[in-house]
């Protein structure tokens, strides 16, 4: 896999709003060549409505 190294400018990247059980997650995605890449930010109490099964690689800030 090819993936390029690049600084990402996230004010760039268009936001998309995602409920939750409770709550709502808010997804900003740039999609290269299979690989994703994701900031995700999470409101208070969040609950995911569902359970993925794919292995992630996940860095919290």
């Given amino acids: 896999m090819n993936i390029p190294f690049m600084t ?3 004010t760039d ?3 998309s709003e995602h ?3 409770t709550g709502t997650a808010w997804w900003q ?3 290269f ?3 994703r ?3 995700v930010e999470y409101s ?5 409505d569902h359970w993925c099964t794919k292995g992630h690689i996940v ?3």
């Fill in 37 to 39: 890449v994701r900031l």
């Fill in 19 to 21: 409920k939750g059980e």
């Fill in 44 to 48: 208070k109490g969040y609950v995911a």
């Fill in 13 to 15: 990247v268009p936001r």
């Fill in 59 to 61: 860095h919290c800030l």
């Fill in 29 to 31: 995605t740039i999609q």
């Fill in 8 to 10: 990402i400018d996230w």
């Fill in 33 to 35: 060549e299979g690989l």
